[in-house]
Nanobody, 117 residues
């Protein structure tokens, strides 16, 4: 059974930091893994991703502030978020590409991040 569980969300003041973690079971995180977020009334947005060769990608709005990483031994993926802004407020989701179905993803349940001004 494939399962992705996000943790680390919460309420933080603008300028603060949070570290999100995605714990995977039934699937390995050494392939394409990404963090998405969805704010109320908005479409789900790709925030950061890491490829099989460890290349990282970030949406322009978070470059220099967010860092994606993975711990293969622990089978987890993290998103370090620094200098948080109110516009970062959203539900954050972990997504992992299905090896048997390229282009399709397994999704976590999401974790709420709220940044107050």
């Amino acid at each position: 059974q494939v399962q992705l569980v996000e943790s680390g969300g919460g309420l933080v003041q603008a300028g603060g930091s949070l570290r999100l973690s995605c714990s995977a079971s039934g699937i390995f995180v050494h392939n394409f893994v990404a963090w998405y977020r969805q704010a109320p009334g908005q479409q789900r947005e790709l925030v950061a991703a890491i490829t099989a060769d460890a290349t990282a990608y970030y949406v322009n709005s978070v470059k220099g502030r967010f860092t994606i990483s993975r711990d293969i031994a622990k089978n987890t993926v993290s998103l370090q978020m620094d200098s948080l802004k109110p516009e970062d407020t959203a539900v954050y989701y972990c997504a992992a590409e299905r090896e048997s179905e390229p282009g399709f993803y397994y999704w976590g349940q999401g974790t709420q991040v709220t940044v107050s001004s």
